[in-house]
């Protein structure tokens, strides 16, 4: 079984600057090759925000955060970041963490198969 926690959201303007960590921990690494960030807001379904192929460092954005948000990773310390500036209001969410066992990049909700409990994103205007 392999366990995601996030941490790192928070109340911040527009503009502003956060960074989303995610600890992995249970089984290790090799048992999934896609950790990814994910957002849901209120009334609205859960949505792709990035990934990243663990094993050559491939990344993907959705459109909507591209050049402003950035994934990375601390492969010694299993843990996955998302950096997030300039935000938007239409940025709050709640964003969870996710790790797929995909053979390719996905950005497919349905592909990832273990999971974070989130972590809220608040932005005001």
């Known amino acids: 079984q392999v366990q995601l926690v996030e941490s790192g959201g928070g109340l911040v303007q527009a503009g502003g600057s956060l960074r989303l960590s995610c600890a992995a921990s249970?089984?290790?690494?090799?048992?999934?090759?896609?950790m990814g960030w994910f957002r849901q807001a209120p009334g609205k379904e859960r949505e792709f925000v990035a990934a990243m192929w663990l094993f050559g460092g491939t990344t993907v954005y959705a459109d909507s955060v591209k050049g402003r948000f950035a994934i990375s990773r601390d492969r010694a310390k299993n843990t996955l970041f998302l950096q997030m500036n300039s935000l938007k209001p239409d940025d709050t969410a709640m964003y969870y963490c996710?790790?797929?066992?995909?053979?390719?990049?996905?950005?497919?909700?349905?592909?990832?198969?273990?999971w974070g409990q989130g972590t809220q994103v608040t932005v005001s205007s």
């Open positions: 996710a790790a797929s066992t995909s053979i390719s990049l996905t950005v497919t909700t349905g592909q990832y198969a273990y």
């Open positions: 249970g089984r290790t690494s090799s048992s999934y090759n896609i």
